[in-house]
């Protein structure tokens, strides 16, 4: 089985071009003068079409943290960017493990949608062979919002049960603490939710044109129809591909994800940290993603961390900026009274 990326130095830059190039100018710039046309939804605002489950569980660490990463992203920290290319490079070994990286040069967006979705085209029969994958994207819509996603790795464990393995690198060699693993678990149950609706053939081919303004009829790049025609899929447009998906996902029998589990390993030594196995409730993960999409669709406020989690805001590189941290130290000096003048 091979693997397919598009042909380009960086998966992040190609992230952050590939939302750059779905945003439409008139949101950005609509008078051409630099001013950022203020609409109602963050989601209009910032010109997006779709989310990543990352973004959701960036939310559950710091919310108004991940608007202001949206609205003005900044590099991280060096030992924050350390472990992103640490972790990175672990993603990337494990991933060769199981198949080769073909990379594919793209000329369209449909042609970038078309990579992802060949990739879960081509890890669909692996499952069905009781086979293991690595970084298996996942598509779906919550609460009218596209959500996108990568599983790690998805192997059947020796019960015969449908296993998702999520693996965190850290800088620390010990255990993260209580609200680093609320994040981590509610990103790999959002990966769960997704994956389970997706095989139970709900992910339709109108969800990628309604949604992130994709067009079918757009004839795919002859490298992409060729390395497709290989692994035996013979498609001519992005329409016939979102076709292919539909029918492969509705006829696969693949179960759901019966367990989660996540494994922290120690980024310098490589030292394995300790395995944490996710208790999965759906209303939770549902209920959660619909109060951080509330924000996103308009429907209520940005909010930062409360009093007991402040101890965030000392590493946060937009504390200064931050008026949510301002006004939670006001609101504190108010109720402790005025100070006394000696
Ligand atoms: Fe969140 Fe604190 Fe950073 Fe503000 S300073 S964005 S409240 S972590």
Known sequence: M????ELSDSELLQ???LREAEEPRSARDPDGAGKRKQAPRPLDRYALRYLCVTDLAGQSWCEQQAVFGMEEPRPPAPETAALLDAGKSIHLA???EVHDLVKIPT???????AIKILNLLSMIPVLQAVGHVRELPVFGVIEGVFVSGIIDELRYNTKGELELNELKTRSRPFMPGEAQRKKDHFQVSLYKYIFDTMVQGQLKPDVFTNHIHLRPEQPLGCQLRKHAQKIGFMITSFGDLLELMHLNLMFSDIPGIDCLKIEYSHQESSVPLGTEVVPYEEATVKEKAQYFLAYWKGQ??????????AWK?????????CDWRKKRAEGL???SGPKKSK
């Open 15 to 17: 992230a952050e071009e």
């Open 94 to 96: 494990r991933e060769l």
């Open 313 to 321: 805001c000392q590493s946060c590189s937009y504390s200064e900026i």
């Open 333 to 335: 000096e108010k109720r």
């Open 300 to 309: 209520r406020e940005a909010r930062g961390v409360d009093i007991e989690e």
């Open 107 to 113: 000329t369209s967006r449909e042609d970038s949608w």
């Open 2 to 5: 091979a693997g397919f990326s």
